[in-house]
């Protein structure tokens, strides 16, 4: 971002999406913490009485949203948001989940769901929400994304897919905001122990029995695992929600660091991120001779 980027309002305002569980719900515990001022949100907030009561007697407020719900209604409940404060400083699109199975089996209906929820939800918040940062030439857009986003391992295609669109469009977004002092954020957690594992859902479909024994399988079991038992999830919640927000506020450990436009978080996720970057090494290095001989002669 530009050097003369406006500061954060303080207190500043988080409108928090996914707050019933996971990343949104930690987020939200730490800025209210902070003495900031939250609107936490989430599906069916009666579904989680103790979570509303406890963010209200921290301050926050908390809403109903369905990040899937058509755009006139989110945009009642961005209304609703911005009414209650004055303004959003901070958007966290933190909702999601995944979907998994080898792609045959994924039908275009869970497909689309995937897509609803992990990318349409995202891209109509941020929309709704960002032309009232552009006009204060302040703001942050956080985008909870994975490092699914990076790397796409088998049985993952759909919710890779879900992923991977979130992190293209914020990556156009965060250089069409740069010169206006709005800021975007990619966070890419590994494996978190959130709950994210015990909740993913597999299709309808059954997998044939060619893909018995394969990495599909394996990826689907090893997932399976660690919803079953957390402690084998490496990811701490709280900590990785403690770096986001240090980068957010530019505190804690994050002072006086350089601003990113990705944030990936746990020895896991920068694992797959150096086999990414190898693998896209030795495919540039590996096609030269192919790539380097197609510009015009003349």
């Not at 209210?32 to 407020?61: C, D, F, M, W, Y």
């Not at 899937?68 to 209604?73: G, L, R, S, T």
């Not at 985008?143 to 992190?167: D, M, N, P, V």
Request: charged share 20%; net charge negative.
């Amino acid at each position: 971002m530009t050097a003369s980027s406006p500061s954060i309002p303080d207190p500043p305002v988080w409108f928090i999406t996914g707050c019933s569980s996971g990343f949104g719900l930690e987020l939200a515990l730490i800025a209210l913490g902070e003495g900031h001022k939250v609107i936490a949100t989430s599906r069916n907030p009666s579904k989680t009485p103790s979570l509303v009561s406890q963010v209200g007697s921290l301050g926050g407020k908390w809403l109903p949203l369905d990040v899937c719900a058509p755009e006139a209604e989110l945009a009642q409940t961005v209304e609703k948001a911005i009414a209650i404060y004055g303004r959003i400083d901070i958007l966290v699109n933190s909702a999601g989940y995944a979907i998994l199975g080898a792609l045959e089996t994924i039908s275009v209906e869970e497909v689309r769901a995937q897509m609803e929820t992990n990318y349409f939800g995202p891209l109509t918040l941020t929309r709704l929400v960002l032309p009232t940062m552009r006009a204060r030439r302040s703001g942050t857009i956080v985008q909870i994304s994975s490092t699914a986003g990076i790397e796409a391992k088998a049985s993952r295609s759909a919710y890779c897919a879900s992923k991977w669109a979130l992190e293209a469009m914020s990556e156009a977004l965060y250089n069409e905001l740069e010169p206006l002092g709005v800021r975007v954020l990619l966070v890419e957690p590994g494996a978190f122990r959130s709950g994210f594992a015990g909740a993913v859902n597999i299709p309808k479909a059954a997998l044939p029995k060619d893909y018995e024994g394969t990495i599909t399988q394996q990826v689907m079991d090893a997932v399976v695992k660690m919803g079953v038992d957390e402690k084998s999830i490496p990811g701490d919640v709280h900590k990785g929600c403690r770096a986001i927000f240090d980068v957010v506020m530019k505190s804690g450990q994050a002072e006086g660091t350089e601003e990113f436009l990705r944030l990936p978080l746990g020895k896991d996720s920068a694992k797959r991120w150096r086999v990414k970057i190898g693998d896209l090494q030795r495919t540039l290095e590996g096609t030269e001779k192919l790539w380097s001989v197609t510009d015009a002669d003349d």
